[in-house]
């Protein structure tokens, strides 16, 4: 039966986001100076504050307020109009030493190190997409790059403030197939370029405002958005017809965003951050938390089991779950899910038992394949942790006090290494 699903994204600007990301932040650069630190950092951001909140075990010493002023000026708020300034904003730190309760089960110098809590992760993918995640995710994510890319460029819509969201559904078919883009839903700051007065009154001006920002998006952002996708000689861009619903600002003028707008925090975007709602999601959030708690690791873990089961032919699409118990190191269940698109003879149990033979999932294992150690996380906390090509680049870390210049990867779980192993194992031809 043919059906309409839907997911939303949200820009680097959004209030959650902005916390996400001066969480991950923080964590870099204690990782940068001490790959062996404990952190799990919150932020809180307000008109003109940010709080930053958390438990942390390092030898290292790290400036939050520096770290914090310059996610805030990357991200593109640099102006006292929007009531949160990089340069002017309050920073207010209360990180303190991490519990030794929670601290001796996790440390450990062997692989049997605990995992940092408990809880269920869950890891997903499908064969819709090539970067085997759900159509619905990746087109708003793209819409919300390349609005930040207008926003940057400052030409074509120059009155463009960093808080946006969207929101895309897609009809699919009767054999579960994308078919095409039925509704985009984009909400974006703006400056407020026509003011009210003479003989514009304000409902006027608004109405005028919005008409150029629903203009802007069909004409400019959308067509910027097909171009990309087919610069990348990706099929998703012949989804986008010239029949699909577009809903811009549908309450009307969007000019008080951000965190003067909305308060964020940390974590409250989890949705947007996986799956956009596709699979399951086990309600831990990712952002500000080293390694060792596996609300993070197992979860990037899971993904990377999922997406190289699918890209190997296992399945069409396939949930795994992971649990974990606090100061134990291996799991204790692991469950798949491959909603009847198994092309293999095995069951979804049996599944879930080669996957507890084949890959090492305890979180020194899981840190240790990935280089969960490396500050590699503030790239992450926007546009979401899954369907990102892995990468290499340069970064600088720190030795005993002395700055040292290594090549790390990004993205590692998101690595399609074990396909060959897989189809071996599952006897795919």
């Not at 708020?77 to 309760?101: R, V, W």
């Not at 883009?181 to 005028?208: L, M, W």
């Not at 890209?311 to 118990?325: E, I, K, R, W």
Request: contains cysteine; proline residues 3%.
């Amino acid at each position: 039966m043919a059906f309409l699903f839907t997911s939303e994204a949200v820009s680097e600007g959004h209030p959650d986001k902005i916390s996400d990301q001066i969480s991950d932040a923080i964590l870099d650069e204690f990782l940068r100076r001490d790959p062996e630190a404990k952190v799990a950092c919150e932020t809180l951001c307000t008109t003109g504050l940010a709080v930053i909140a958390g438990e942390v075990r390092s030898e290292a010493y790290v400036d939050v307020q520096e770290v914090a002023r310059r996610v805030i000026n990357r991200i593109g708020y640099t102006k006292s109009d929007y009531m949160f300034d990089g340069n002017s904003c309050g920073i207010l730190s209360a990180i303190h030493e991490q519990s030794p309760d929670i601290n001796q089960g996790v440390v450990r110098s062997d692989e049997e190190q605990g995992a940092g809590d408990q809880g269920i992760m869950f890891g997903y993918a499908c064969d819709e997409t090539r970067e085997y995640m759900p159509a619905t995710l990746i087109l708003a994510q793209v819409i919300m790059k390349e609005l930040a890319v207008l926003r940057r460029e400052c030409n074509e819509m120059p009155y463009l403030r960093p808080d946006a969201k969207s929101q895309v559904t897609v009809e699919y078919d009767d054999t579960g197939c994308p078919v095409r883009v039925h509704t985009i839903v984009v909400s974006t700051q703006h400056d407020e370029f026509i003011r009210a007065g003479g003989s514009v009154p304000e409902k006027e001006a608004e109405r005028q405002m919005g008409k150029r920002i629903e203009d802007d998006v069909r004409s400019i952002l959308i067509p910027r958005v097909k171009a990309r996708l087919q610069r990348a000689g990706d099929k998703l861009a012949d989804l986008i017809g010239d029949d699909y619903l577009l809903y811009v600002n549908p309450t009307g003028k969007f000019v008080i965003g951000g965190p003067h707008g909305d308060t964020g925090v940390t974590g409250r975007k989890v949705i947007a951050d996986t799956y956009g709602g596709r699979g399951a999601h086990g309600g831990g959030a990712f952002s500000g938390k080293d390694a060792s708690k596996v609300d993070r690791s197992a979860a990037y873990a899971a993904r990377h089991i999922a997406k190289n089961m699918v890209a190997a032919g296992v399945a069409d699409q396939m949930l795994v779950q992971l649990s974990y118990a606090i100061g134990i190191a291996r799991p204790l269940s692991i469950y798949v899910d491959t909603y009847g698109t198994s092309r293999v003879e095995q069951t979804d149990t049996e599944i879930a038992a080669a996957i507890e033979r084949l890959f090492d999932l305890r979180p020194a294992a899981i840190v240790e394949r990935f280089g969960l150690k490396n500050p590699i996380f503030e790239a992450t906390a926007s546009y979401g942790h899954f369907g990102n090509r892995p990468y290499r680049k340069e970064v600088v870390l720190f030795d005993r006090g002395r700055e040292v210049t290594k090549e790390i990867e990004f993205f590692g779980w998101e690595r399609l290494d074990e396909v060959e192993r897989l189809r071996r194992e599952f006897g795919i031809r």
